[in-house]
């Protein structure tokens, strides 16, 4: 039985005596820290303080729930889809029957002696009506404060970098100016007058409909100067960039920076209805020199050797902060960081390739798992291959003894530019990964209709594939193929499932004093192996499955989405609990980084704030409920 103090009103009035404590222990807590001070006194005025005894059942199965609780102290635990939850101190439950006023489901026990603030049904009614952040949390649950904690990350780095704006911004509101045009006839002398004249460092070619024909910039210019080929009077249709890379004034900043980071440009036009509207530089888009991305990448993509590139990669780091300071998302980061990796690798192989000992052999370079996915952070190891086409077998031996001492130059570079050498051999310099077309073909069969143990572990890496560096022709006839073979072998899609659903996702819950004397319960998280991958995997599953050539892994959960594999509400709980593990991860790397320790993926629980604490917990349950998704399918 629970205890309540005697009397309804000497409860309530216990409560208001100990209100200034009781709220400075609440707002420590989302979502009380978000509300406003007169609801949460309002909450407080219209609760009782109850105790509930270790080993008691808090709430028994099938009964109408009638208050909210909101634990104090204390562990109180539900068992739900066979999945145990485990609920401690500023945890509101049970939120959602009390929302859809459903009779419970399961029944909550207490583990340990429990205080709880107990609030009236009324009185919550009332504040769904009245507050917002109180709200949103009932309906949303832990997801509902993923906006806080990105706040709190991109307060936390611009209180340290400064920030002026932030990267979703769209253009037409960076952009404050119209475009500088010309005709493609006006002679290259009069453009750069205007050019110099409105103190710009370029111009559009146009023509007499306003459509883009053409870009000429500085660059441009000092090029035809340092060539001996600039003639004032030439007509600027001969010595513009011809169909220039474009997007809408709708677009936003990071569009215009990722664009910039692949084609190395520092100019982006504005195309709105066929027609040249506007234009945004790199200064534009990063007003603070410390977010020089552009310069970055285009200093990887000409570094004269190694060595350059080696110095150029502590810059990341600094930019990933800077970036978070501008309000960068977690996807948007990892986009960037493995969009300069591709330009590192690009770069390296372009260094190491000997003359013309590889001129006659038609190959590309293939970057798997996370760089294959777009989901680099700053610290990564190598996962990389090769595919060559090859007319016969004995040919693909001759073109695989030119290409391995080749591949082993350049993985070592790159082991040299921070991207670590790979311990499981995962690497193009392994002659099992320096193949033809047919070869690869031959291997991904055999993993799909006789799969072992190492093919299943093969299928988590193979799969998310792509083409850094030649032609990628080969490869989209290969994955169309491959693809091809995993749907038509519903055993192999059911083994990868079992394997995805494998890994035990942690409840993400600190350990307790007590377990902690006799070494029982959860202190870290390794949150790349215990929280990311298994995700990674689920989706992974799926998008084969259903046909998807995407590999970044919320690209697949769009594609899920759309053909109804998940709900709406599915897909946004795991899209943002991918955001949050994802910045977790980037920002503890980070905190290494700045403290020149040896990175690693291990997070300490008992380090991490009420806030995150609550959003890693649910972020850890929606995996769980993505594990389940697709035990349900396969029917494991």
Same mark, same amino acid.
Not at 311 to 325: C, F, N
Not at 553 to 576: A, C, I, N
């Given at each position: ?198 103190? *710009?460092?370029?111009? +559009?070619? !146009?023509? #007499? &409909?306003?459509?883009? $024909?053409?870009?000429?910039? =500085?660059?441009?210019?000092? %090029? ?81 050797? *190694?060595?350059?590139? +080696?110095? !150029?990669? #502590? &810059?990341?780091?600094? $930019?990933?902060?800077?970036? =978070?300071?501008?309000?960068? %998302? ?307």
């Amino acid at each position: 039985m629970s205890f309540a103090i005697p009397g309804e009103s000497v409860a309530r009035t216990a409560v208001r005596q100990k209100a200034p404590g009781i709220l400075a222990w609440l707002i420590a807590y989302p979502p009380f820290n978000q509300m406003q001070a007169q609801h949460c006194d309002y909450l407080i005025e219209h609760s009782e303080l109850r105790f509930f005894a270790s080993g008691q059942t808090l709430l028994p199965a099938g009964e109408q729930v009638k208050q909210l609780y909101i634990i104090r102290q204390g562990q109180v635990r539900n068992v739900e889809q066979d999945e145990e939850i485990d609920h401690v101190a500023g945890d509101l439950l049970p939120l959602r029957e009390l929302v859809s006023g459903q009779a419970l489901s399961n029944e909550y026990h207490v583990l340990e002696d429990c205080f709880a603030l107990c609030v009236a049904g009324p009185a919550v009614a009332h504040l769904l009506t009245a507050s917002e952040p109180f709200r949103e949390y009932c309906l949303r649950g832990a997801s509902s404060l993923m906006a806080s904690v990105w706040r709190s990350a991109q307060a936390h780095a611009s209180a340290e970098l400064g920030a002026s704006y932030t990267l979703d911004m769209s253009l037409q509101s960076l952009v404050e100016r119209g475009v500088l045009g010309c005709l493609p006839d006006c002679p290259v002398e009069q453009a750069v007058k205007r050019m110099h004249e409105r103190q *710009v460092s370029s111009i +559009v070619v !146009l023509n #007499a &409909d306003g459509h883009l $024909l053409g870009i000429f910039t =500085l660059r441009d210019l000092r %090029r035809l100067i340092a060539g001996g080929h600039y003639d004032p009077l030439q007509a600027m249709a001969e010595v513009m960039t011809v169909d220039p890379v474009w997007l809408t004034p709708q677009a936003s900043a990071f569009d215009a920076a990722l664009l910039m980071v692949e084609h190395h440009i520092g100019h982006v036009c504005l195309v709105q209805d066929h027609k040249a509207v506007g234009m945004v530089s790199e200064r534009d888009v990063f007003s603070l020199q410390r977010v020089d991305l552009v310069h970055l990448s285009r200093a990887l993509r000409c570094a004269h050797d *190694v060595a350059a590139l +080696v110095q !150029l990669q #502590a &810059d990341i780091g600094r $930019l990933v902060d800077a970036m =978070l300071a501008h309000g960068a %998302r977690p996807e948007q980061l990892t986009a960037v960081v493995t969009r300069l990796n591709d330009h590192t690798v690009r770069r390296v192989i372009e260094l190491c390739l000997p003359g013309q000992a590889l001129a006659g052999i038609d190959f590309c370079w293939l970057a798997f798992g996370s760089q294959a996915r777009g989901e680099q952070t700053r610290f990564t190891d190598q996962d990389n291959g090769i595919l060559f086409i090859a007319e016969s077998a004995q040919h693909a031996r001759t073109c695989r003894e030119l290409l391995l001492p080749f591949a082993r130059r350049v993985n070592e570079a790159l082991d040299r530019c921070g991207m670590r050498w790979c311990s499981g051999n995962i690497m193009a310099s392994n002659p099992a990964l320096c193949l033809s077309e047919q070869e690869w073909l031959h291997r991904f069969q055999v993993m799909i209709e006789r799969p072992a143990a190492e093919q299943l572990l093969e299928s988590t890496i193979y799969f998310d594939c792509r083409a850094i560096w030649g032609d990628d022709k080969v490869l989209q006839r290969l994955r169309r193929r491959v693809l091809g073979m995993v749907n038509d072998n519903p055993a192999f899609q059911r083994m990868m499932a079992q394997s995805a659903c494998q890994v035990r996702v942690p409840s993400g819950k600190p350990r307790s004093r007590l377990e902690a004397l006799v070494g029982q319960g959860e202190d870290v998280l390794d949150i790349k192996k215990q929280a990311l991958a298994p995700l990674v995997d689920v989706l992974r599953v799926l998008a084969l499955a259903h046909g998807c050539e995407q590999p970044a892994s919320l690209d697949r959960l769009s594609y899920l989405t759309q053909r109804s594999v998940f709900s709406r509400g599915e897909s946004e709980g795991l899209h943002e609990a991918y955001r949050y593990l994802q910045l977790l991860r980037l920002q503890h790397h980070q905190g290494q980084w700045q403290r020149r320790e040896e990175p690693d993926n291990l997070v300490r629980l008992g380090a991490l704030g009420a806030l995150d604490a609550r959003v890693l917990r649910e972020a850890l349950a929606q995996v769980r409920r993505a594990q389940r998704i697709l035990a349900l399918r396969y029917r494991l």
